[in-house]
T-cell receptor, first 111, second 112 residues
């Protein structure tokens, strides 16, 4: 079945790079997404990658996709305290716009 | 544009009560959906709609009803609330059923 897995917690020092990893099972996924959720807020779309791409860069964010291993990662360069949040990986699968979400990775940034 | 709006932000119900969670978008998006978020889990799809007058079930539809009489609004109804429905509910919309979804701020529901 469809499943998306993420590690639950990541702690980094301010200024370092953060790498959040995600694995998925559905090889027919068309798009893969990263959403950010700050405390008490909704989900904010950070970036997405089409399944025929290997990499996408957007300012401090780099998304890497290894389709063979069904592995997706989000790298945040020069991590700041404002990056502290929960990051959700999601895959789009199926004929309609169905998103399968991971449980989220809580990123804590400390001085 | 206000984007995707949800009301109320918080709600407390007693078991057996009914209520409607409101969701509206002003972007003329055809596709709208409802998710619930539970601790330690990702969001799970409850119901979705590909356009006015068309709705269908997602992963966890039991206990919820939806309707889509207009493009802008997609209310979620709990007919007889149960403690298992305590959750945070998110509404999302996209231009079509293949485009990126944008989420509302959420409704935190507690059922006692």
């Amino acid at each position: 079945g469809e499943d998306v897995e993420q590690s639950l917690f990541l702690s980094v020092r301010e200024g370092d790079s953060s790498v959040i990893n995600c694995t998925y099972t559905d090889s027919s996924s068309t798009y893969l997404y990263w959403y950010k959720q700050e405390p008490g807020a909704g989900l904010q779309l950070l970036t997405y990658i089409f399944s025929n791409m290997d990499m996408k860069q957007d300012q401090r964010l780099t998304v890497l996709l290894n389709k063979k291993d069904k592995h997706l990662s989000l790298r945040i360069a020069d991590t700041q305290t404002g990056d502290s949040a929960i990051y959700f990986c999601a895959e789009k699968t199926g004929g309609y716009n169905k998103l399968i979400f991971g449980a989220g990775t809580r990123l804590a940034v400390h001085p | 544009n206000a984007g995707v709006t949800q009301t109320p932000k918080f709600q407390v119900l007693k078991t057996g009560q009914s209520m409607t969670l409101q969701c509206a978008q002003d972007m003329n998006h055809e596709y709208m959906s409802w998710y619930r978020q539970d601790p330690g889990m990702g969001l799970r799809l409850i119901h979705y709609s590909v356009g006015a007058g068309i709705t269908d079930q997602g992963e966890v539809p039991n206990g919820y009803n939806v309707s889509r009489s207009t493009t802008e609004d997609f209310p979620l109804r709990l007919l007889s609330a149960a403690p298992s429905q305590t959750s945070v509910y998110f509404c999302a919309s996209s231009i079509t059923n293949t485009d990126t979804q944008y989420f509302g701020p959420g409704t935190r529901l507690t059922v006692l």
